[in-house]
């Protein structure tokens, strides 16, 4: 399995973005798809998570300001993030599990990320 992340850019404070995440090859088992971010000098954190049954879980990287959408049917995960501030620049990655989701956030299958970047 692949995943491919895109709809990151540059955004002004307050903007938004929405972010996706394309799987390709054998996605019949993919359980749990997540979204995770990685700031300049820091760890990389989870944001959200969802399961194949649409339950939606986050962290509080984010708050209320991001929410995740699964198309189960075009293996695709989203990420919308609005009123972005200046510690939302990252790069964001997707990642996926074909057995684990809540309760760890120690996923399998990783994308290469796309950049965010919220400046005036």
């Known amino acids: 399995v692949q995943l491919v992340e895109s709809g990151g850019g540059q955004v002004q404070p307050g903007g938004s973005l929405r972010l996706s995440c394309n799987a390709s090859?054998?996605?019949?088992?993919?359980?749990?798809m997540a979204w995770f971010r990685q700031a300049p000098g820091q760890e990389r954190e989870p944001v959200a998570r969802?399961?194949?049954?649409?339950?939606?879980y986050y962290t509080q990287s984010m708050g209320d300001r991001g929410t995740i959408s699964r198309d189960g049917a075009r293996n695709s995960v989203h990420l919308q993030m609005d009123n972005l501030k200046l510690e939302d620049t990252a790069t964001y990655y997707c990642?996926?599990?074909?057995?684990?989701?809540?309760?760890?956030?120690?996923?399998?299958?990783w994308g290469l990320g796309t950049q965010v970047t919220v400046s005036s």
């Open positions: 090859g054998d996605t019949t088992s993919l359980y749990c």
């Open positions: 969802i399961n194949s049954d649409g339950i939606p």
């Open positions: 990642a996926a599990d074909p057995v684990l989701c809540f309760g760890t956030w120690d996923y399998s299958i």
